[in-house]
């Protein structure tokens, strides 16, 4: 399985995996000049920025270790204009990871608040 569809099996894994837990989807793969936000979501009052990692085994590593602080800085400054695109100034906004182990059996590692 190759990187580009082991990434977006896992983003279609997460999205039924976050709507199970009531959180609303607001967007997939959202992009703007800056870059690329996989899933954005409400849950309960709070706008959630999701990054999906997704890995066949932890060889080389745990996928939430790919989201280095450089990786941060440019997902919140992603989210910043997401924000201002859609007025949603007044919402309180959090930062998560989730791991999807595309394995014989598929686990999901949902970090909340996972960086700010």
Request: no cysteine.
């Amino acid at each position: 399985m190759n990187n580009l569809v082991k990434g977006k099996k896992g983003e279609l894994i997460a999205k039924k995996y976050l709507e199970s837990k009531g959180y609303t989807i607001l967007n997939m793969n959202y992009r703007n000049k800056i870059g690329e936000i996989d899933i954005v979501a409400f849950y309960k009052d709070i706008l959630v920025f999701i990054e999906v990692k997704s890995r066949t085994g932890t060889t080389f590593g745990y996928a939430y270790e790919a989201v280095n602080r450089k990786k941060q800085r440019k997902i919140i400054a992603v989210s910043y204009g997401y924000i201002k695109e859609f007025g949603l100034r007044n919402n309180q906004t959090r930062y998560d990871i989730i791991e999807v182990y595309l394995t014989k059996e598929t686990k999901i590692n949902h970090i909340e608040n996972a960086f700010s």
